[in-house]
T-cell receptor, first 116, second 116 residues
Framework: AQTVTQSQPEMSVQEAETVTLSCTYDTSESDYYLFWYKQPPSRQMILVIRQEAYKQQNATENRFSVNFQKAAKSFSLKISDSQLGDAAMYFCAYRSGNTNAGKSTFGDGTTLTVKP | NAGVTQTPKFRILKIGQSMTLQCAQDMNHNYMYWYRQDPGMGLKLIYY???????DKGEVPNGYNVSRSTTEDFPLRLELAAPSQTSVYFC???????????????FGPGTRLTVT
C-alpha cells in the first residue's frame, strides 16, 4: 500500500515571502501521479498543481512550483510571493496510474498561515 | 454545469440509524469517489467507481455500501451508524481518460455527519 507523509502540521509565512511545504511518499509502483490540493475554510478542495512521475521536469503553475525528487520519493510545494488568499490547508496526494487509477492516498495536511 | 453536488449538507444520526448520502455529477465523468475526512486529518478513500455498474473498495470501506447504476449518481449508504462514522464526507469525480491517474478530481462541497 502507498503512504503519503506531510511532516509539517503547520507552517506560517509573511505576505510576499516564499514558503515550501514538504511531502514524502512510499510506493513500489512505477506509474503514478502526484498532486497538491488546497482546502480553504470553505472546505472546498481545489487542485493546485500536479506532477506525472514519468516527467523529470518539475511542474509549475504561476506562483506555485514543485520540487519532485523521484529517487528520494519527495514532492515539495513552493509558494512564491505568498498572498493572504493562500492561507489554507494543503494536502499532498498520490494516485496510481492506469488500472489502479481509482485509488488515491492523501497526506494529513499542512495548515498554512499567511501573516500580513 | 453544477459540477459535483452532494446532499444533505449536514445531518445528525442516532446510533444504529441508516442513511444515504447522495452525490451527482453533470460532467459525464467516468470515475467517482467517496472520501471521509476526520478533524485535522487528510482524506481517506471509502469506495470508488470507474463506471456505471463497477465499484471497488478503498482504504476504509467497513460500514458503508455504494452502488453506481448511472454515470451521474454515486450514493453512499451507511448501515447501522456508529459514532466512529462522525466525519465530513466528500464525493468527487474525474474524467478517467487514457491516463486515468492524471485526471483532476473535482470535489463536492461535503456533508458533515454527526452520529450520537
Amino acid at each position: 500500500a502507498q503512504t503519503v507523509t506531510q511532516s509539517q502540521p503547520e507552517m506560517s509565512v509573511q505576505e510576499a515571502e516564499t514558503v515550501t511545504l514538504s511531502c514524502t511518499y512510499d510506493t513500489s509502483e512505477s506509474d503514478y501521479y502526484l498532486f497538491w490540493y488546497k482546502q480553504p475554510p470553505s472546505r472546498q478542495m481545489i487542485l493546485v498543481i500536479r506532477q506525472e512521475a514519468y516527467k523529470q521536469q518539475n511542474a509549475t503553475e504561476n506562483r506555485f512550483s514543485v520540487n519532485f525528487q523521484k529517487a528520494a520519493k519527495s514532492f515539495s510545494l513552493k509558494i512564491s510571493d505568498s498572498q493572504l488568499g493562500d492561507a489554507a490547508m494543503y494536502f499532498c496526494a498520490y494516485r496510481s496510474g492506469n488500472t489502479n487509477a481509482g485509488k488515491s492516498t492523501f497526506g494529513d495536511g499542512t495548515t498554512l498561515t499567511v501573516k500580513p | 454545469n453544477a459540477g459535483v453536488t452532494q446532499t444533505p449538507k449536514f445531518r445528525i444520526l442516532k446510533i444504529g440509524q441508516s442513511m444515504t448520502l447522495q452525490c451527482a455529477q453533470d460532467m459525464n465523468h467516468n470515475y467517482m469517489y467517496w472520501y471521509r475526512q476526520d478533524p485535522g486529518m487528510g482524506l481517506k478513500l471509502i469506495y470508488y467507481s470507474v463506471g456505471a455498474g463497477i465499484t471497488d473498495k478503498g482504504e476504509v470501506p467497513n460500514g458503508y455500501n455504494v452502488s453506481r447504476s448511472t454515470t451521474e449518481d454515486f450514493p453512499l449508504r451507511l448501515e447501522l451508524a456508529a459514532p466512529s462514522q462522525t466525519s465530513v464526507y466528500f464525493c468527487a469525480s474525474s474524467y478517467g481518460g487514457a491516463r486515468q491517474g492524471s485526471d483532476e478530481q473535482y470535489f463536492g462541497p461535503g456533508t458533515r455527519l454527526t452520529v450520537t
